[in-house]
């Protein structure tokens, strides 16, 4: 049960208490007064039919005046005796008045008393559904943040998911290219078996520098001029191509032959290939060129 609820019904256990003794005190004052009511009722009734009485008694002492003058002078001390009684009656009745108004006067103070509370309790009543409204408002906010919080993380999730899948392809790309690479070293160390060193003295158009770095390119455009077979690649000096470098051209694991750069552009170089021979292809447009850092 929410702790709103519980003090709810605690405060209504209260003024449930407090209105017990206040209507049992109620019922015990109405019995009296109808008791009293009651009594006042028959005496009034007595009254009544005594005057009855005396006024017949007295038109027949008006008939009977002179003869029953002693008889008068007792009746009349009876009336005073009477007189007296219903002086006392009065007196009584006074008082009796008076207790009523007390009473009455204590049943004001307690509604007054009990207004007040009742006021007291509907304050306080109004207190805890205003602070039950601010919670809910605060756990309407809160579920918001909550949703705000939750679509973040989606998208952040989804961000993740897509630079987990960009790094598989890297790896691939990267575990792709080692192979060629493991490819090109076969096919050069099968060339080497059989031909023997690639870096011969005689051959002027293969002599150069060793690259300074790994790197792959694509052959562009192949010219074939005056027995020389002129390529073009699509790296250059922004990719660290130097001139005189030593790169290898492969068709996947097939040696081509090898190519030395003359010339360097921004985002592409031109070489002159060489130990190209039909039997094993001939260079072509899309073929790799390889460049081995520290192998010319």
Not at 37 to 46: M, N, P, R, W
Request: aromatic share 4%; glycine share 6%.
């Amino acid at each position: 049960m929410h702790i709103l609820t519980k003090v709810f019904v605690v405060l209504v256990s209260l003024l449930a208490i407090f209105m017990v003794p206040l209507v049992v005190v109620s019922t015990m004052n109405q019995e009296h007064w109808r008791q009293d009511a009651l009594e006042s009722s028959a005496q009034v009734q007595s009254i009544r039919s005594q005057q009855s009485t005396e006024r017949q008694a007295v038109l027949g002492r008006e008939a009977q005046l002179s003869e029953q003058l002693n008889a008068y002078s007792q009746r009349q001390q009876a009336y005073v005796s009477e007189l007296e009684a219903c002086k006392m009656m009065r007196s009584e009745s006074e008082a009796r008045a008076i207790t009523a108004e007390s009473e009455r006067d204590g049943q004001a103070r307690a509604q007054r008393s009990l207004a007040q509370s009742l006021k007291s309790a509907e304050e306080l009543t109004s207190k805890l559904v205003a602070d039950l409204e601010m919670l809910r408002t605060r756990a309407l906010t809160a579920d918001r943040r909550r949703v705000e919080l939750d679509e973040r993380l989606a998208e952040l999730d989804s961000q993740l998911q897509v630079a987990d899948a960009v790094q598989r392809a890297l790896r691939e790309e990267n575990a792709q290219y080692k192979r060629d690479q493991r490819a090109m070293e076969l096919a050069l160390h099968e060339y080497t078996s059989r031909f023997g060193e690639i870096a011969s003295g005689g051959l002027a158009e293969d002599e150069g520098i060793a690259p300074d770095r790994d790197l792959e390119a694509v052959v562009l455009d192949v010219n074939r001029v005056n027995d020389r077979t002129m390529i073009e690649i699509d790296a250059g000096s922004r990719e660290g191509v130097q001139e005189g470098w030593l790169l290898t051209v492969g068709n996947g694991g097939t040696f081509i032959g090898r190519l030395r750069i003359i010339d360097v552009d921004l985002n592409r170089s031109t070489g002159i290939l060489s130990l190209e021979q039909e039997s094993r292809g001939l260079a072509k447009p899309g073929h790799k060129a390889y460049a081995m850092a520290g192998q010319g």
